[in-house]
């Protein structure tokens, strides 16, 4: 659905905008560290992707699928490249002691991947839902109010003249004689210009065509957007409902963007860092309105 990928594009770009530093906890405050560690995961995190494209796609997948997992390769005790699974091949199977992934054919432990989760599902919280339970009946109003939208646009049956003529049904039935008859009096008038008609010839009646707004689509398809941006946490206006809001913008920065940079940020620190003082910090600043 466009205005969900609209949502998802939103909250991917501004995540995957920030930048991902290495801090270490030290007795004067919280320091940032710039080694190589630090370079790999903001800069070159994948061989054939930078680190924006990276955090995007982990993005677009925890939204979409409410999981993301990626592999991270190790080459000589320093970590290389890590790559990211197509979620449509990724299956968790429940264990007595936790769960497994299973992806190719291959089988991996929580512990040897980077597995991203995303609102924990209700029975199985090892993994993520995402956000399709919360916007599968907006989106379905959506498609049906753009279906009729598109339906009734494209329909042929919008008369704007309806013209009563004293005449044999056989007549009207013949597309020359119709013709005929509607030539002798609109072919030869001015544009602008009254017809001159016997009275109690023909009679006109003017049809006012039934609008979108007849059919309140229009308010349908608002609220219904309006749904769906608050399922993601995104503003209104950020789907084309009303006008810009620097406060309500500030809002879903430090609310829906941080929360899902925190779950990368844990994630990372989790499952690439093994000093207990050392941790990896999204940075926001960059993101947020000042005038």
Not at 24 to 31: A, L, P, Q, T
Not at 100 to 112: D, H, K, L, M
Not at 142 to 168: C, E, G, V
């Amino acid at each position: 659905n466009p205005d969900v990928r609209q949502c998802v594009h939103k909250i991917a770009n501004l995540v995957s905008s920030m930048t991902i530093m290495l801090m270490e906890n030290k007795e004067n405050g919280d320091v940032r560290l710039k080694n190589e560690l630090a370079k790999k995961v903001d800069i070159t995190p994948n061989h054939n992707m930078t680190r924006k494209n990276f955090i995007y796609k982990i993005v677009t997948d925890m939204l979409i699928y409410g999981n993301a997992v990626v592999y991270p390769i190790f080459k000589n005790g320093l970590l290389d490249s890590m790559d990211i699974w197509d979620m449509s091949r990724v299956y968790f199977d429940d264990t007595q002691d936790g769960y497994r992934i299973r992806y190719n054919g291959a089988v991996f432990e929580p512990s040897e991947v980077l597995h991203f989760v995303l609102n924990p599902d209700d029975d199985k919280p090892y993994k993520g839902q995402g956000y399709a339970p919360l916007i599968k009946d907006a989106v379905e109003n959506l498609l049906q109010a753009n279906a009729t939208k598109t339906a009734f646009l494209r329909s042929k049956w919008k008369p704007s003249l309806i013209i009563s003529i004293n005449a044999d049904i056989q007549e009207l039935q013949d597309e020359e004689m119709r013709r005929k008859i509607l030539g002798s009096y609109a072919k030869e008038t001015e544009q602008g210009e009254p017809w001159l008609i016997p009275a109690g010839e023909i009679d006109i009646k003017t049809i006012q065509p039934l609008t979108l707004n007849d059919l309140a689509i229009q308010d349908s398809i608002k609220l219904d957007k309006g749904t769906i941006a608050a399922a993601f946490g995104v503003p209104a206006f950020m789907v084309g409902i009303g006008d810009f809001d620097k406060e309500a913008y500030n809002n879903f920065i430090s609310t829906e963007i941080m929360s899902v940079a925190m779950i990368i940020q844990q994630t990372l620190t989790k499952g690439l860092l093994y000093s207990p003082t050392m941790y990896f910090k999204f940075n926001p600043k960059s993101l947020l309105q000042y005038n």
